[in-house]
C-alpha cells in the first residue's frame, strides 16, 4: 500500500490508539462521500472492521492490517501491535473505547498541527535504559509527543501516575504540556495523581531525561519550565462545562484545581489545530501578543488584579490561549473589585466567554482566518 494515501494515514492513526473515531475522518481531509467508500474498500481489503457496541461506532485493524503495518514500519509499529495493550486488543467496555476514539482525534489534530507522535522519528526517552547513554544532550525536532504508555516505561517511576486522565505530554520548545481528552463531557479526575503527573515531569525537566544533564531536548529544558495542562474537548461549549466545575460528587470529576498551573482548552476541530500550533510556537505567541499589545497602555497596579493591559481604563486580559485557570481568576477578581474587564480573544471563542463572563467583561476578536492568512501561510 502507498504509505502517503489517506488510507495508509488512517490505518496509522488506528494501529496507535486501537480504535479510531469515525470523526477523525475530517481532519484527514476526508469528505463524507469518499469516507464512506475509503472505509467500504479497507473493509473489503481485509485491513480494517468496524466494531460497533452501545450505540458507539469505531473502527479497528484486523490481523491482516497489523500484519501489512508491521511489515512497513515494524519499529514505528510493534510498540502498540504487540502484547495484551489497548491499542492491540482494545476492551469492548465504553469508557475504554471512548477514550481510544478521543486519543485518535488528539494524534490526527496533534499530527496536523506539526507535532512529531511516531516513536520511530523520535528519541525513545522513557524507554529503558536511556538513562544509562551518555550524558551529552540529544537534538530533537520539537514539537513531539510521548503516548502515555511511553512515558510509563519509565518503569516503578511511573507506577504513581498509573491512574492519570493524561493520554501523554507534548514537548513544545518553552514548556511541557500534559494532554487530556475529555470529548463533551467532564472527565474523572484524581487531583493527586495529576499533581504527581506534574512533579514527574517537572523532576525530569530539572534534572532527569528532559534537562540538560541526561537525554536532554537540545540543550534541555531548565528548572523552571512550565508544565501545563492541554484539554482537547468537544467544540468550544465544553470549555464552560470545564471552567464551571465544581467537580461533582467527592470531586470525583474534573475541575479548575492547582494539580497544573495552566489549563489551556482546545476545541477538536480545525480552529483547534491552529490553536496547537500557536502553543507550540513561542516565536508565534511572542508576535502574536506584541502585536496586540502595541496599541494598549501597560498594566496599571492599582487595579489589584493579573492583567496584560489596560484600555480606556479597563484592565485587559489576552486571552487568545484561552488558559482557563487565568479566566477563571480574572473573572473572580473583576467581580471582588467591581471592575469591568476586557478581553482579547479570536472570534470563534467570542461565544463561549460571553457566557461565561456575562455583562462583567467586553470582548475584541482576533479573525482566526486572518491570523492563519497572516502568521500561518
Not at 71 to 97: A, I, M, Q, V
Not at 327 to 344: C, D, E, K, P, V
Amino acid at each position: 500500500m502507498d504509505t502517503s494515501t489517506s488510507a495508509y494515514r488512517l490505518l496509522e492513526l488506528t494501529a496507535i490508539s486501537g480504535e479510531c473515531s469515525p470523526s477523525v475522518m475530517v481532519h484527514l481531509g476526508i469528505g463524507k462521500s469518499y469516507g464512506e467508500k475509503l472505509i467500504t474498500r479497507l473493509k473489503s481489503e481485509n485491513y480494517l472492521r468496524t466494531h460497533y457496541k452501545d450505540g458507539l461506532r469505531g473502527y479497528r485493524l484486523t490481523s491482516r492490517g497489523k500484519k501489512l503495518l508491521l511489515s512497513e514500519n515494524p519499529s514505528r509499529f510493534s510498540f502498540y501491535l504487540n502484547g495484551s495493550t489497548d491499542t492491540n486488543r482494545p476492551r469492548s467496555d465504553y469508557p475504554r473505547r471512548l477514550r481510544l476514539q478521543q486519543a485518535s482525534i488528539a494524534y490526527a489534530m496533534l499530527q496536523n498541527s506539526g507535532v512529531e507522535i511516531y516513536r520511530d522519528r523520535k528519541p525513545l526517552l522513557f524507554h529503558p535504559g536511556t538513562q544509562d547513554l551518555q550524558k551529552a544532550p540529544c537534538r530533537m525536532a520539537l514539537p513531539a509527543f510521548y503516548h502515555s504508555r511511553e512515558v510509563k516505561e519509565l518503569g516503578a517511576e511511573a507506577v504513581k501516575i498509573n491512574n492519570s486522565r493524561t493520554i501523554g505530554i507534548l514537548l513544545a520548545p518553552e514548556c511541557i504540556y500534559a494532554v487530556f481528552c475529555t470529548g463533551g463531557a467532564l472527565m474523572k479526575w484524581e487531583y493527586r495523581t495529576e499533581l504527581k503527573v506534574k512533579a514527574l515531569l517537572s523532576y525530569h525537566a530539572s534534572r532527569g531525561i528532559l534537562s540538560g544533564i541526561g537525554i536532554g531536548i537540545g540543550t534541555g529544558y531548565h528548572p523552571d519550565t512550565p508544565i501545563k495542562a492541554l484539554i482537547i474537548g468537544s467544540g468550544m461549549d465544553t470549555s464552560i462545562k470545564l471552567m464551571e466545575s465544581t467537580g461533582g460528587f467527592q470531586k470525583s470529576y474534573f475541575y479548575l484545581d492547582s494539580s497544573f498551573d495552566y489549563f489551556h482548552y482546545v476545541p477538536d476541530d480545525a480552529a483547534g489545530e491552529t490553536m496547537l500550533r500557536l502553543l507550540c510556537s513561542p516565536a508565534l505567541l511572542k508576535a502574536l501578543r506584541n502585536l496586540l499589545l502595541s496599541d494598549l497602555h501597560p498594566p496599571c497596579p492599582d487595579y489589584g488584579l493579573e492583567h496584560d493591559a489596560v484600555s480606556d481604563g479597563m484592565p485587559v486580559l489576552l486571552a487568545f490561549d484561552f488558559d482557563m485557570l487565568r479566566l477563571s481568576r480574572f473573572r473572580t477578581a473583576l467581580s471582588f473589585h467591581g471592575l469591568m474587564g476586557n478581553l482579547i480573544c479570536f472570534d470563534f471563542q467570542k461565544p463561549v466567554l460571553q457566557q461565561y463572563f456575562g455583562d462583567a467583561a467586553a470582548i475584541d476578536t482576533i479573525d482566526l482566518k486572518k491570523f492563519e492568512g497572516r502568521f500561518l501561510h
